[in-house]
């Protein structure tokens, strides 16, 4: 009986008004809650890790980054530091780890002071989401009931006072039918639908996500490819890394427009820099696409059709490159798989097997240099430079990749340099040099490449600088 009570606790304040620290930080600006955060407090530290996990108030998603609040605020003992981790032990490099997501989530819900419980019941939405989380987390199905419903009512409080991550949970719910049957499921759906767009006015990229997949789906709204297509490269634009391949999905095959096989690879390309494995698979399929393909039929299924409760699955799962079935809705799409609805990988550099070795062309730097009509420009120069760098990781081709690197960058292109920051600071044919490293992505940083940028003060951090 006691564990009901400790549970519900919370609900009896579900409509006062919002007393916790977390009220705060939701309507405080981003450079405020950064300065808090600087200055030592731990909630802050917190609150400002699971805005970089969920991209809130603004923010490009960055798991580094919230790693970094996260740990800072659990040396503290902040319960928020305890359940960010949680969060990201689901998620590489931490994660997947069952184990670590139940222990964190347990440090922070068995705080001995209770924070979490107590500022929960005063009506902290930010609480009140990390409650909603924790009562619907199957790693701690063996010591504590999961009861969705409950987490629905902590979700759709904690919405209603502004927390874009529980509008996005509660538009999930609705849009799912995941408590069960309803008078008007189609009011449901547009509910969903109106939560979603809520959310998108707070900027967060898996509510772009979600409403794309509604459009796609009909879900809530009339069927639009091409606002799909939208609302898909803008949360990929968020760093939500599900919609990279969607994104790519959708230009290589033309689904919401004429196809465009260069786009496509552009966005396959970053899933990879990103960690997506199926990204590789990706790049060998457009690859082997007909310039001149038509644009496949896409086939949506039935509305009654059963969807799997399962992750996210980036792209239709054809494993054969070049297969150019006819796509359909189930192999682009999936149901979402509650908790949690933010399944990123972390930004990190992963090696895609199956990629053929290209030859390298000694002349090349030649041409390109001196402007032979017939060279490749810039940008074919530094994707040759990335099939080689992705190819079998040989010295021949590590070191015909940083030539090619070096050639475009030293023409201006901001990726080459970004490439030959991640050469030294990895070892990729050359020895470790972190200054060196430090030097080229500075370099592409100053010429506007974001994901350098970050890379770099990432780096500084780690260095104490």
């Given amino acids: 009986m006691g564990k009901y009570i400790i549970y519900f606790l919370p609900i009896v304040a579900l409509y006062q008004v919002l007393y916790g620290s977390g009220s705060k930080w939701l309507a405080c600006e981003l450079s405020d809650l950064e300065e808090a955060a600087e200055s030592g407090d731990a909630y802050a530290m917190g609150y400002l890790s699971l805005c970089h996990l969920h991209g809130d108030k603004g923010l490009t998603i960055s798991l580094s980054e919230a790693r970094f609040h996260a740990e800072q605020s659990a040396r503290r003992g902040h319960w928020s530091g305890e359940f960010s981790l949680g969060c990201l032990s689901r998620l590489k490099p931490l994660g997947p780890d069952g184990a670590m997501v139940a222990k964190r989530f347990l440090n922070a819900f068995r705080d001995p002071d209770g924070q979490l419980v107590r500022e929960a019941a005063f009506g902290d939405p930010f609480a009140m989401y990390a409650l909603a989380e924790i009562f619907s987390c199957d790693e701690l199905k063996s010591v504590i009931e999961c009861d969705l419903k409950l987490a629905a009512r902590y979700y759709e409080t904690s919405a209603a006072a502004g927390y874009g991550p529980s509008k ?79 994104a790519a999905d959708f230009h290589a095959y033309g689904l919401a427009g004429p196809s465009n096989r260069k786009l496509a690879m552009e966005y396959a390309f970053r899933a990879v820099e990103m960690g997506v494995d199926e990204a590789r698979l990706k790049i060998s399929e457009y690859e082997n696409l007909d310039d001149e393909t038509s644009s496949p039929k896409v086939v949506v299924a039935d509305a009654t059709t059963p969807k799997p409760v399962d992750a996210d699955p980036l792209l239709s799962d054809s494993s054969t490159p070049g297969n150019n079935r006819p796509i359909k809705e189930e192999d682009l799409l999936s149901s979402i798989r509650l908790p949690p609805a933010y399944a990123h990988s972390e930004e990190k550099e992963a090696k895609p097997a199956g990629l053929a070795d290209v030859p390298f062309e000694a002349s090349l730097q030649t041409k390109v240099a001196s402007n032979d009509s017939s060279a490749p420009s810039v940008d074919e120069t530094r994707e040759h430079a990335k099939r080689l760098y992705w190819s079998e990781e040989t010295k021949a081709n590590l070191d015909d990749a940083r030539k090619l690197f070096l050639l475009a960058s030293n023409l201006g292109d901001a990726e080459s340099a970004r490439y030959l920051g991640l050469i030294h600071l990895k070892g990729k044919g050359v020895e470790k040099d972190v200054g060196q490293a430090m030097k080229w992505l500075q370099l592409a940083a100053d010429r506007g490449d974001a994901l350098a940028a970050k890379n770099l003060h990432s780096l500084k951090r780690i260095m104490g600088e």
């Fill in 168 to 246: 996005v949970q509660s538009a999930l719910i609705l849009l799912n039918g995941m408590l069960g049957s309803s008078a008007d499921e189609e009011a449901q759906r547009k509910q969903g639908v109106s939560l979603l767009s809520s959310a998108i006015e707070q900027k967060l990229p898996a509510a772009h996500h979600y409403l794309a997949r509604c459009y796609w789906e009909g879900n809530g709204i009339e069927q639009d490819a091409a606002m799909a297509l939208v609302h898909f490269q803008a949360a990929a634009e968020g760093g939500f890394t599900p919609s990279l391949l969607i």
